[in-house]
């Protein structure tokens, strides 16, 4: 018999609704891998910003990136306290009363601090790793960052330390008393799908998607 | 010929790619009433703290609701300088270099300070509006919210007066010497699709999905 883990810390603690939290790093990796963007928060001058951008795991780390001249990426790279969370919404929950209308998603929230990816070697892999992130097997198929490119770009790291999870899945929970109203309830399941590629005007006669273009699926999809 | 608003504030301007900005409300209410979740940013001791949450707009009004027990809310409440962020995914761009591989979004940041809603029927149908945000039509076909309810549930409102939506659209743009390259290039779109609806395994035989469960989708889609 498995034990769930706890909360690493009181901060990253559930306090609403505590049954829908998971401290398991699995449950936390699979939602990672899952979304496409995060949305990192962090304060300048008193107000806090919330940007969405692209990012990948890598073990037990978070790599975001982004332009050297990104004032996100600078501020972050200052060592200041961050927040990052990732959201997967699946479905909406119709109950029979308004208050007990609800949606089912999954969502992880880390907390830490970031870290300037300065070892070249690791920048190149935390970058091949976000381009993988979002289109899996596409490293291999394109250009790889040039010199250039690797100095206009600032690679930070997050480890995967204070962080947690909670999800909501399942029909609606009602009042007992709301039951008998004839009113129907349940839930409507939203997923997330890929549309026929769109080729760019200059692609050379010939050429055609790879697999890892025609076959785009997020994993859990 | 319109003109094109400016940023109300400095504070709201978008810096990195200014060409993808928009400070017209028209584009930020779409963007807002499509998406169905938000994520907040405030701090709370030093610490930012990002939470998914869903949200309604009302005229040039954001409502974000939730138990009177949360402690976002409960720290939102006491006028502290928040984010509101809400992100719509529309595809991978995918160029012939890692460098400019992207993604199509369209993004909507507002700042200021929320107020708590204690106006009776203005929080009335501000939870009405979230319903309705969520599935149109829902509001008049449930249980509205009796005292106990209105008492347990806290609704904030954020004036839509500092803000600003960014847009990313179309296909790569790829370094001129790149095209050479032998590499499909392009765009995967992203929907968001509604499935089949799961009844509740308590409502009555007789008792249909309403047209608004049926035929759910968002603006835009």
Same mark, same amino acid.
């Given at each position: 018999? @498995?034990t769930?883990?706890?909360?690493p810390?009181?901060?990253?603690q559930?306090?609403?609704l ?5 401290y ?7 939602i ?5 963007v995060?949305?990192? %928060? ?7 910003y919330?940007?969405?951008t ?5 073990g037990?780390? /978070? ?6 001249? @990104?004032?996100?990426l600078?501020t972050l790279?200052?060592?200041v ?5 990732v959201?997967?919404?699946?479905g909406l929950?119709?109950?029979r ?5 609800s ?8 907390? %830490?601090?970031a ?22 097997g ?15 770009? /600032? ?11 909670k999800?909501?899945? %399942?029909?609606? /929970? ?5 039951y %008998?109203?004839?009113?129907w ?5 939203l997923?997330?799908?890929p549309?026929?590629?769109i ?23």
């Amino acid at each position: 018999m @498995s034990t769930e883990p706890g909360p690493p810390t009181d901060r990253v603690q559930v306090r609403r609704l505590p049954k829908r939290a998971s401290y398991d790093p699995a449950v936390l990796h699979g939602i990672l891998d899952e979304a496409l963007v995060c949305h990192v %928060g962090f304060d300048l001058e008193g107000q806090p910003y919330v940007i969405p951008t692209i990012y990948a795991r890598v073990g037990d780390t /978070l790599y975001v990136h982004g332009s050297a001249a @990104s004032r996100m990426l600078r501020t972050l790279r200052e060592g200041v306290p961050v927040c990052v969370t990732v959201t997967l919404v699946d479905g909406l929950v119709l109950a029979r009363s308004a208050f007990h209308h609800s949606m089912n998603y999954r969502s992880a929230v880390v907390l %830490g601090r970031a870290v300037e990816v300065s070892d070249p070697r690791e920048k190149e892999a935390a970058l091949r790793a976000i381009v993988e992130h979002v289109v899996p097997g596409r490293a291999a198929e394109v250009r790889a960052p040039n010199p250039k490119e690797m100095a206009a770009t /600032l690679v930070l790291r997050l480890p995967l330390e204070e962080a947690s999870a909670k999800i909501r899945s %399942g029909g609606p /929970l009602d009042d007992e008393e709301d039951y %008998g109203i004839r009113c129907w309830a349940g839930q409507i399941p939203l997923r997330t799908v890929p549309q026929a590629p769109i080729a760019d005007g200059r692609v050379p006669d010939g050429v055609a998607p790879s697999g890892a273009v025609l076959g785009y699926r997020r994993p859990g999809w």
